[in-house]
């Protein structure tokens, strides 16, 4: 466990088969921000929180920069190294995912939640479909992993 249980959800919910599929199939797809995908999941999950747009937009305020600046452009370089030089990549990959934690660091002070009783998967679902007006069959499957968790 660390410091910041969004992080430990988040590791969890990813190692699930088919979790990565569906998220970055709404990353790439969708330009959702995975980070703040499985930050609404877990607010309705695990913290039985339901977000408003206006604060999810907030939330996602405070951590855009960061995003926009250090982990798209690790992204581009991991995905560009992967096909030319095996340990360049390996170090992108690892630097992208340390840069992903100080992000859901950032999310998670940022939300002001934290874990308590009563969440369930409606309230991740209305979360996270604020993050996709008009729905996807990849947040459709990714919600199915969720309810088999």
């Known amino acids: 466990m660390s410091a910041n249980p969004f992080w430990d ?3 969890a919910v990813y190692g699930r088969p088919g979790v990565p599929a569906c998220c970055l199939a709404l990353q790439d ?4 921000d995975v ?11 695990e913290c039985a929180v339901r977000l408003s747009a206006e604060e999810l937009a907030r939330i ?3 951590v ?3 995003r926009e600046e250090v982990v798209r452009p690790l992204r581009v370089l991991r995905r560009r190294a992967k096909a030319e030089d095996d340990a360049f990549y390996r170090r ?3 630097a992208e995912l340390e840069a992903e934690r100080v992000q859901q660091d950032r999310l998670f002070a940022a939300g002001g939640v934290g874990p308590r009783p009563g969440g369930g998967l409606p309230l991740a679902a ?11 069959p990849a947040l459709e ?7 088999r968790g």
């Not at 797809?29 to 959702?32: A, L």
């Not at 209305?126 to 996807?136: E, K």
């Open 126 to 136: 209305a979360n996270m479909a604020l993050l996709l007006p008009g729905g996807d």
């Open 9 to 11: 959800f988040s590791l």
């Open 92 to 94: 992108m990959k690892a």
């Open 141 to 147: 499957a990714l919600l199915g992993v969720l309810e």
């Open 29 to 32: 797809r969708r330009g959702v």
């Open 60 to 62: 996602d305020g405070a």
């Open 35 to 45: 980070n703040l995908l499985l930050f609404a999941a877990w607010a309705g999950l």
């Open 64 to 66: 855009a920069g960061w």
